[in-house]
Every structure is written in C-alpha cells, then in structure tokens.
C-alpha cells in the first residue's frame, strides 16, 4: 500500500470523525435546547441555587471556603466543586435559569465527544463508537441530569470519570507514575463533584479485560498470574483513595441527606 493511498484513508477517517462529532453535538442541541427557556423548579434548586446566599452571591473566598466546609452535609454530601459551579454560573450569568440549564447542557457535550473518543481510541472503530455515544447523548436516563440544575453534580462528576477513563487509557499504553498521578488527580475532581465513583476500579479492571486486552482470561503461567497481580494491586491504591473520599462525605453522622 502506498504512502498516498494511507493519507487518504487517514483523511477519510479524520473526515468521518470529525461529521460524527458535528452529528453528536447536533443530535444533543436538538434534544436539549429547549431548556434554554426553563425556569428553576421548586424541588432542590432553591437548596442548591435560588435560595443559597453562598451560591447567589458568586464566587469569592468566603463562598470558598463555604464550599469545602462540612456545613451543607447536614443536608446534602460534600461536593465542594459542584458548589463552585453553580458559583461560577452566577458569576457570569446571574440568575438567568435558562444559562444555568445550558451549562449542563454543555457538560453532556463534552461527555458525550469523551466518550466517543474513548472508545475510538482504545477499539479503533469507528462507527460502533459512534453509535455507542449517539445512545448516551439522547438516551431518556440523562434527561434529569441534563434538565434539572440542581443535578449539575451528575453531568459534572460524568465529565471527570469520563477524563479518568481516557487518561487511564493513556497510562496502560505506557505505565508511568506522572500519569498515574494524572489519573488520580481526574478522580479526585469527580469525587468532588460527586462522590459516587465508587464502582471505577472495577470498570477499570473489565477495561484491562477489553478493550485494553492487559488480562487474557484464557492464558495462563507464572507471567500471566504476574501480570494480573501486577494489575489489581495497582488498583488497591485507587480504592482506599476513592474509600477515604466516600468516609469524608458519607461518614459523618447527619440527618436528612439528599442523593
């Protein structure tokens, strides 16, 4: 095959992508662009927005350090960084609902491209990719994510296990401590939008199954049970720091939580 007959069929490729990317996002704008004319609801939007002087009077260091406190827990989980989002969205929009609609809006953009970039990436396919994440950006199960301001924490923690997939990806091409670290750092910042990113190990163990094909089930030998050891003992550090995450925000005594 020649050199030119490869470039085509890269630029084909790219050609595609980047049609299925324009397709997703258009597919998602039509679904959910009407929430630009929305208002704020009466169920968890005042705790979370309307009716909190922390979130109402934008970001600034009191809101802050509001925003990592234990306070809120009395009523909800700690989720420092979903507050300064909605903080964020005050700042530039103020109380306009239909831009605070819109951010999540966006958020779901951005998971739904991840995501197909994802799979792209660790399967090579193209179009099963694509048709993977058309599910995701329209399916009826993220209708309260996307449509519902106080669920902000939903799309915003999805963002951030969306990043951890990908640099996991990234860093079982080529292990390596940095990126490791990076991992880390991206589920860090979806337990602080949410704490709910308990079951990643496990996802990341089935990633090592397929597509990333780290484990062979059906092999076996001393370098197969090494290479599998090697693999769920780099998880063990993953799930004591998504645990200490979910002790903090859990584990405190306190009545009258919201999920």
């Known amino acids: 095959m020649s050199l030119t007959h490869l470039i085509t069929i890269n630029h084909i490729k790219r050609s595609q992508v980047h049609l299925i990317c324009l397709g997703l996002v258009i597919s998602i ?4 662009g009407q929430v630009k004319n929305f208002e704020f609801i009466n169920f968890d939007d005042p705790l979370y927005v309307t009716e909190n002087k922390h979130v109402r009077s934008g970001v600034n260091k009191e809101n802050i350090i509001w925003a990592f406190g234990l306070e809120e827990k009395i009523r909800t989980y700690w989720h420092p960084l979903s507050w300064l989002s909605h903080m964020l969205d005050v700042q530039f929009y103020g109380m306009n609902p239909g831009q605070h609609h ?33 599910l995701f950006a329209v399916h009826p199960i993220n209708v309260e994510s996307v449509a519902w301001v106080a669920e902000r924490k939903n799309v915003l923690s999805t963002f951030f296990w ?10 079982a091409e080529k292990p390596g401590v940095v990126k490791y670290i990076v991992m880390l750092t991206c589920v860090a910042l979806g337990l602080l ?3 709910m990113l308990v079951t990643l ?19 076996s030998g001393s370098d197969h049970r090494r290479i599998i050891t090697h693999i769920i003992v780099e998880k063990v550090p993953l799930f004591f720091f998504i645990r200490a995450f979910d002790l903090f925000s859990f584990g405190f005594p306190a009545r009258g939580w919201q999920l």
């Open 201 to 219: 190990p496990f996802v990341l163990l089935l990633l090592d199954i397929w597509p990333l094909g780290r484990i062979k089930l059906l092999r």
């Open 162 to 171: 969306m990043l951890t997939l990908l640099t996991y990806a990234f860093y």
């Open 102 to 134: 819109l951010t999540n809006v966006m958020l779901h953009i951005l998971n739904t491209l991840l995501l197909f970039y994802l799979l792209h990436r660790m399967t090579g396919a193209v179009w099963q990719s694509a048709f993977v994440a058309a």
């Open 29 to 32: 704008i039509v679904c959910y």
């Open 193 to 195: 939008a949410k704490p």
